[in-house]
């Protein structure tokens, strides 16, 4: 997985994540734990593959892709917004 934000801190990254989960669930509710949605948002901030993540968590790739892709979506925007 290519690097989203190279120049982008770890705090901030983890406050777009976080804004992110949060919003998913109140629109969702509880379709992941907090346990999988915390090891989601580390293995996309560690830029693990998405094949590992799914692995790792027992959910399928293509949930597990989607999710990568949102966080992606979210934390470009998050930035944009952001930092200057």
């Given at each position: 997985?290519?690097?989203v934000?190279p120049?982008?801190?770890?705090?901030?990254?983890?406050q777009?994540?976080?804004?992110?989960?949060?919003?998913?669930?109140?629109k969702?509710?509880?379709?992941?734990?907090?346990?999988?949605?915390?090891?989601?948002?580390?293995?996309?901030?560690a830029?693990e593959?998405?094949?590992?993540?799914?692995?790792?968590?027992?959910l399928?790739?293509?949930?597990?892709r989607?999710?990568?892709?949102?966080?992606?979506?979210?934390?470009?925007?998050?930035a944009?917004?952001?930092?200057?």
């Amino acid at each position: 997985m290519e690097n989203v934000a190279p120049n982008m801190s770890k705090q901030t990254m983890h406050q777009a994540l976080s804004e992110y989960v949060s919003k998913r669930i109140m629109k969702n509710g509880a379709e992941f734990s907090r346990e999988e949605w915390v090891r989601m948002m580390n293995s996309y901030s560690a830029q693990e593959p998405i094949e590992k993540c799914a692995e790792k968590l027992g959910l399928s790739y293509e949930e597990v892709r989607n999710i990568y892709y949102a966080f992606t979506m979210y934390v470009v925007e998050y930035a944009m917004e952001h930092i200057h």
